[in-house]
């Protein structure tokens, strides 16, 4: 506005996510963080980015909550899914073109979680204690890149950084973020995050999340004793900064959507002609781990004998909050990272239309062996889908609260898998899994091929059968290590402990495939 006259600022819609728009109708679930930097694909990790800011734009939010930029440390962490890998470098950049990409379109990025927010037991009655190096050249450098990239947000995270609240550690928010990566955009707190006013404001934050406790009125009465006026002034041009920047000011469209009730909101349909990219940027995600005997690619229109095994295959009845999903195919992991199934086809259904109703069979009980073999013998090819999921701590699922309880594979799936190998000797696994798993079977000789599918958002059965049939090939490469034996992994998530629980980052710089081959562990 003029000098003298109020400025106008209609505040910002902030939602989740980073797989897309989260607890939304007519909007798109697209293919994980992870999956995206198995692409390895520095443009389509940017384009994924600008179809994910286009939905978002076209409901009118203006902050997206992502991306996701924790690390692997632990190949049982909950939200492993969500980000992108093990590699500080591979993380740094994938984050770097997802927030151009976001921010390009005009959307603010967010950035999360700072930091030390790997594992999600205790993340809020916990202390990440991280040395300095180790920060700088590990778990900081992909916010360095975020910073680098113009990333208008941060969020901090729920646990304590070396005994310090991470949402009112000054020397994380100021010292690290602000004074040496030169970050200019605001911070806002993962919910419930903060907790006392003049730490809160006098150390970096400048958003308090979900309620303005203790911002708002104890913020506004702390001014003049605890807290100055400039800090509170700096806050508010920190939050405006970016809106003004991304030109959010102007004719920016009207939000459309509601986190409390969202089917009942104005219904804008925002995917456009997004599908067509998440399945060419799903099938370019997809691992190649086993290929014998030229199992693979399968040749369509030859009277090949299908038969398609496991829950993991199947679609679901109904939408499910969250991604919570129980039974059915896994497409992506729980949690705020996840968006509300719109729609999703599962493999059975795009297996069938390309091999034909005639010539595909399946089994979907999972606990049934004699009826899976039964399917599988007499089968030419045997497709066998297993999961394992994984996500947020607030829900509790199949007994795993956020992070896996272990490495094994749900529904019964390593027994299935050699139920099914024991009869037919092209057995093909398949596996949706949010990050490491134990895989016994990997050198059974009748295991002639197998993909490692991620989780790849709603296109998951037709980017499947891509590659299946060899129209896409499988150049997604791993992004973090899977070892023989869970054992070999360095860090293991902290399950039990009397708050404040220490999480000793032990391993300093030797992450994932540093730790394996300082330790030659083959």
């Excluded at 920060?135 to 992909?142: A, D, L, R, S």
């Excluded at 702390?222 to 004719?251: C, E, F, H, K």
């Excluded at 995600?285 to 398609?308: C, E, F, H």
Aim: proline content about 6%; hydrophobic content about 40%.
């Amino acid at each position: 506005g003029t000098v003298g006259s109020p400025l106008y600022f209609p505040g910002m819609c902030m939602m989740n996510g980073p797989q897309g728009i989260g607890q939304a109708v007519r909007v798109s679930s697209f293919p994980s963080g992870s999956n995206a930097a198995q692409s390895w694909d520095r443009d389509l990790m940017y384009e994924r980015a600008v179809a994910i800011a286009e939905e978002v734009k076209g409901k009118g939010i203006h902050v997206v909550l992502g991306p996701s930029m924790n690390m692997v440390r632990y190949p049982a962490g909950g939200r492993n899914w969500e980000g992108f890998g093990a590699d500080p470098y591979l993380v740094g950049e994938a984050s770097y073109q997802t927030i151009k990409g976001i921010q390009d379109t005009g959307v603010i990025a967010n950035a999360k979680h700072i930091v030390g927010n790997e594992q999600e037991r205790f993340r809020s009655a916990s202390s990440s204690n991280i040395d300095d190096r180790t920060m700088h050249e590990v778990y900081g450098w992909p916010f360095f890149k975020a910073v680098e990239a113009g990333t208008g947000s941060v969020m901090c995270a729920l646990n304590m950084i070396n005994g310090t609240i991470a949402c009112e550690n000054g020397n994380v928010l100021n010292k690290l973020l602000r004074q040496e990566y030169g970050f200019k955009g605001f911070v806002i707190s993962d919910w419930q995050a903060a907790h006392s006013t003049p730490l809160a404001a006098n150390n970096g934050l400048d958003v308090m999340m979900p309620d303005p406790s203790p911002f708002g009125p104890a913020l506004l009465a702390a001014i003049g004793s605890s807290v100055t006026q400039s800090t509170v002034d700096q806050m508010a041009i920190n939050i405006l900064a970016p809106w003004y920047l991304l030109a959010q000011n102007q004719a920016y469209p009207p939000v459309t959507c509601n986190y409390s009730t969202p089917s009942n909101t104005p219904i804008n349909n925002v995917t456009g002609n997004h599908p067509i990219f998440i399945r060419k940027a799903a099938a370019e995600s997809v691992v190649l781990l086993k290929n014998t005997n030229n199992t693979l690619p399968l040749r369509v229109g030859v009277g090949l004998k299908v038969a398609v095994i496991g829950s993991d295959s199947r679609g679901h009845a109904a939408p499910v909050f969250q991604g919570s999903y129980t039974q059915g195919t896994i497409f992506e992991g729980w949690g705020s990272g996840s968006v509300d199934m719109n729609y999703v086809e599962a493999p059975l259904e795009s297996i069938t239309r390309a091999f034909g109703e005639d010539k595909v069979t399946s089994s979907q009980d999972d606990f049934n062996l004699n009826a899976a073999r039964s399917v599988a013998g007499l089968a030419d090819v045997a497709i066998v889908c297993v999961n394992v999921n994984s996500g947020q701590e607030h829900n509790t699922i199949d007994g795993n609260m956020g992070d896996r309880n272990n490495l094994t594979l749900w529904h019964n799936g390593d027994n299935l898998i050699y139920a099914v190998a024991a009869v037919n000797r092209r057995t093909v696994v398949v596996l949706h899994v949010t990050g490491q798993i134990l895989m016994p079977w990997i050198d059974h000789p009748n295991v002639s091929a197998v993909l490692l599918a991620g989780m790849p958002g709603q296109e998951t059965g037709p980017s499947l059968v891509d590659v299946l049939t060899g129209v896409t090939n499988p150049s997604g490469k791993l992004v973090y290590t899977i070892a023989k034996n869970e054992r070999d992994y360095p860090a293991r998530v902290t399950y039990t402990g009397t708050p404040i629980v220490q999480i000793d980052y032990y391993e300093k710089l030797n992450v994932d495939y540093r730790y394996f081959d300082n330790n030659s562990i083959a």
